[in-house]
């Protein structure tokens, strides 16, 4: 394949499932044209502003190019993360050795069938909701401010004011363990609470079909209004964060037992317990991971001690 251009070979290999063995990641990436950022600062890439630097971060735009990563980490044992928007997580001051695969704009496209609304992973929520609007469909309300992308949304069963994820998809296609793409129905998801069959194997969102209802589409805006100006008055969106640190704990909520704990503004460095909403800790500027770790673990020490109750992360830490 020495004599073709990076355009041909992109498509030949997209076509037939071609594996070129590559020298670097730099080279397939090159190649391929896939957006390639080396010793990328991963604070950049998450909503917490938190994170040292990777080796490499890539932004595939096709399935194809994705496999084409996914199988260089694995023929050369490089380790590699996939993240969509970094609204969940909390990476370490040191960063990630190996490759980042943000999924995000590149990979992004929603199409309209008569089977529903088809999204690419890396879209926006945001995006996903407003075309949902304009298309006249109603049951994506609910997820119009989450800052997360498909793909993360399905990962983590993402959900706010009484709806999820699990009461809109329909299917998903997914990358499997052994680079096929394959269609799993929302009933075999195991969708529960910030939970999905996702968060247990090595498996990759492409894109996912959604089934929504005919609507009004001033009453869908108005709803959507309405949450979101409720975000706004609930949430301290002024700092940066990964949106609620805890899980919910059966029948209670993090934030009340935080603050029946005295933990309200709670700090350890620049992260902080927000005075706004407790379920959050929030970067009140220039927090490391470890100021954030110490804050969980002070109030999950303190609210066990205090309520009896063991809280959960809500927010992945990746180290
Ligand atoms: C201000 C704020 C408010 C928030 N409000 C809510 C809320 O109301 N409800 C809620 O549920 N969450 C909320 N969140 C959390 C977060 O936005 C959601 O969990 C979101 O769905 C995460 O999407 P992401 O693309 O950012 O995922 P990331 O944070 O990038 O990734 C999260 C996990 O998903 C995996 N992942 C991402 N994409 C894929 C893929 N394509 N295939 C396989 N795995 C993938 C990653 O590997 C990682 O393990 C909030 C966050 C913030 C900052």
Redesign the pocket.
């Known amino acids: 394949m020495e004599n073709i251009d990076a355009e041909t070979e992109k498509k030949l290999c997209e076509k037939y499932c071609i594996n070129i063995k590559y020298n670097s990641i730099e080279e397939l990436c090159e190649k391929r044209n896939i957006e390639l950022i080396k010793d990328a600062a991963l604070s950049e890439y998450t909503?917490f502003a938190i994170g040292g630097k990777c080796d490499f971060l890539v932004k595939p735009d096709s399935f194809g190019s994705l496999r084409d990563v996914i199988l260089y980490c694995r023929e050369n044992d490089v380790k590699y993360?996939?993240?969509?928007?970094?609204?969940?997580?909390l990476v370490s001051d040191n960063g990630l050795k190996g490759v980042v695969i943000v999924?995000s704009s590149p990979f992004s496209k929603i199409t309209e069938s008569e089977d529903g609304i088809y999204c690419e992973?890396?879209a926006s929520?945001t995006r996903l909701c407003t075309y949902a609007k304009d298309k006249e469909l109603t049951g994506l309300e609910f997820a119009y401010?989450?800052?997360?992308?498909v793909?993360?949304?399905l990962?983590?069963n993402?959900?706010?004011y009484g709806g999820e994820m699990k009461d809109v998809v329909v299917s998903c296609d997914?990358l499997d363990e052994n680079l096929e793409i394959k269609t799993m129905y929302a009933e075999e998801m195991k969708l529960s609470y910030?939970h999905s069959i996702?968060c247990e194997k090595n498996?990759?969102?492409?894109g996912v079909l959604f089934r929504l209802e005919k609507g009004d589409k001033a009453e869908i805006t108005a709803k959507m209004s309405e949450l979101m100006d409720k975000?706004r008055s609930k949430?301290p969106?002024e700092y940066p964060?990964?949106?609620?640190t805890f899980k919910r704990p059966e029948g209670d909520f993090a934030g009340r037992l935080i603050e029946v704990s005295g933990l309200k503004g709670f700090s350890c460095g620049g992260a902080q317990v927000s005075e706004k909403h407790s379920g959050f800790v929030v970067n009140k500027g220039g927090a490391t991971c470890e100021d954030v770790k110490n804050v969980i673990s002070a109030v999950k020490e303190k609210v066990y001690k205090d309520s009896g109750v063991m809280l959960e992360c809500e927010v992945?830490i990746l180290e």
């Open positions: 909503t993360y996939v993240l969509g928007k970094g609204s969940n997580v999924l992973a890396g929520l401010g989450i800052p997360g992308t793909g993360g949304a990962y983590m993402a959900g706010a997914y910030r996702f498996y990759i969102i492409l975000r949430q969106l964060s990964a949106g609620s992945l």
